[in-house]
T-cell receptor, first 115, second 112 residues
Framework: KQEVTQIPAALSVPEGENLVLNCSFTDSAIYNLQWFRQDPGKGLTSLLLIQSSQREQTSGRLNASLDKSSGRSTLYIAASQPGDSATYLCAVRPLNSGGYQKVTFGTGTKLQVIP | DVKVTQSSRYLVKRTGEKVFLECVQDMDHENMFWYRQDPGLGLRLIYFSYDVKMKEKGDIPEGYSVSREKKERFSLILESASTNQTSMYLC???????????FGEGSWLTVV
């Protein structure tokens, strides 16, 4: 059974700092990995999706990397801003040959960027 | 942009009432999902659908049912609401490049 862990559960940084959020998974047979942000009381917003054949994806100040062999993905946020404050979740889709491939979500890292 | 719309953001219902949560997506995705999210428990899959009129139970289907009569619409039904169903309900659809998952804004349901 796939387990997805995000440590730390909470993180507080001063504005302008570069930071890395971590996502670890136990089964490396994955189809893709997706990063989301969730603002309080709202739904999840997709940030980046990395296919299993890719090593990284970039969007603006965000860069997500994937290392399947070590079961890790990182989300790098450059020059953090107060507007980046949110909970960040990763989700892992397994590599199955058929049927529904259940996505496993991490429990998230709550980020606070202090002005 | 993909849009997943949950029609009700906040609902307050009484115990025993029948509750309908509606979700519509505009990207012709085949796969749609209902999750609930509770503090400390993360996202838990209630039901999913991979085609019109097709549905599969997720991890916590008890007390819920779903309906998918049209491809764009996936409804979650609480046949007889109970207080332990007070939660944030999230609808999602999956498709497009890389089979990306898109979520709606969520529906906060309080059962009193």
């Amino acid at each position: 059974k796939q387990e997805v862990t995000q440590i730390p559960a909470a993180l507080s940084v001063p504005e302008g700092e570069n930071l890395v959020l971590n996502c670890s998974f136990t089964d490396s047979a994955i189809y893709n990995l997706q990063w989301f942000r969730q603002d309080p009381g709202k739904g999840l917003t997709s940030l980046l999706l990395i296919q299993s054949s890719q090593r990284e994806q970039t969007s603006g100040r965000l860069n997500a990397s994937l290392d399947k062999s070590s079961g890790r993905s990182t989300l790098y946020i450059a020059a953090s801003q107060p507007g980046d404050s949110a909970t960040y979740l990763c989700a892992v889709r397994p590599l199955n040959s058929g049927g529904y491939q259940k996505v496993t979500f991490g429990t998230g890292t709550k980020l606070q960027v202090i002005p | 942009d993909v849009k997943v719309t949950q029609s009700s953001r906040y609902l307050v219902k009484r115990t025993g009432e029948k509750v309908f949560l509606e979700c519509v997506q505009d990207m012709d995705h085949e796969n749609m999902f209902w999750y609930r999210q509770d503090p400390g428990l993360g996202l838990r899959l209630i039901y999913f659908s991979y085609d019109v009129k097709m549905k599969e139970k997720g991890d916590i289907p008890e007390g819920y049912s779903v309906s998918r009569e049209k491809k764009e619409r996936f409804s979650l039904i609480l046949e007889s609401a109970s207080t332990n169903q007070t939660s944030m309900y999230l609808c999602a659809s999956k498709g497009g490049p890389g089979n990306t998952i898109y979520f709606g804004e969520g529906s906060w349901l309080t059962v009193v």
